[in-house]
């Protein structure tokens, strides 16, 4: 003899049949998604093979995104293709029209907090030698001396890949912008060198400025995670003079 069920328990059967997924997984621990990089800052900071020197890949895991290469608003005085260092704040912006700016992290070293005020790019080099001052040896012998005559290019040499010399009345200030063969300084005051940012950064500012563009050099800035007072907020400091 055949059996039929009736149509309420067919429907309660599959009703639990529905929820047993649920109710398994409200048994299970629940684990946080872990987030990695975004894949925009993964391509961005990738590898550049084609480079005379073929780039890798940087390692951005631990890296404070906000010290990724970003466009940003940016009020100031200076007018486009200015470049301006907080040094303070481990900024760099490159003045842009209607008031943005293209916006890279910085790692600033002793040069690097020795001047102050504006200057000229006077020179560009791709994948330029690496001579330490006398100031730099004598600080730091055991890492610089050997290097008295110069270090040839290439992926170690502390200049990266792209050099931006400043001049100021024409004569050379020994203060760079530069790549950097340690990207964890990015965001970070070292011991030597002058104004370093990410190895893919610096190659894309130096696509975008030409020799002669003026340099503004900021040491004391307010820091940006403190709030700017109402009469500071409300007024611009004047542009300094060429």
């Not at 067919?10 to 048994?27: E, K, T």
């Not at 950064?201 to 040491?219: A, C, F, K, N, T």
Request: charged fraction near 20%; hydrophobic fraction near 40%.
């Amino acid at each position: 003899m055949c059996v039929f069920a009736s149509r309420a328990a067919v429907r309660a059967r599959s009703i639990a049949f529905l929820l047993l997924p649920l109710m398994l997984a409200g048994c299970a621990t629940s684990k946080p998604v872990q987030k990695g990089p975004d894949p925009m800052h993964l391509a961005m900071y990738g590898a550049q093979p084609e480079e005379k020197f073929p780039l890798p890949a940087m390692d951005i895991s631990g890296v404070d995104p906000k010290y990724f290469r970003q466009q940003v608003p940016y009020t100031t005085n200076e007018v486009p293709g200015t470049i301006v260092i907080d040094t303070q704040n481990r900024f760099l912006y490159l003045v842009q029209e209607n008031g943005m700016a293209m916006r890279y992290g910085i790692g600033v070293g002793k040069a690097g907090l020795e001047f102050e005020g504006t200057a000229r790019v006077g020179r560009k080099a791709e994948w330029p030698r690496w001579t330490p001052t006398q100031n730099m040896i004598k600080r730091e012998p055991e890492r610089n001396a050997q290097w008295a005559g110069g270090m040839e290019p290439g992926i170690t040499n502390p200049l990266g890949p792209r050099a931006l010399y400043l001049f100021e009345g024409g004569k050379d200030t020994l203060f760079r912008i530069h790549g950097t063969s340690e990207p964890w300084s990015i965001g970070k005051a070292v011991s030597s060198g002058c104004i370093r940012l990410f190895n893919q950064d610096i190659i894309d500012l130096y696509g975008r400025v030409p020799v002669g563009s003026r340099v503004v050099v900021l040491q004391h800035e307010a820091p940006l995670d403190q709030p700017v007072p109402v009469a500071a907020a409300n007024t611009l400091a004047p542009s300094a003079a060429n």
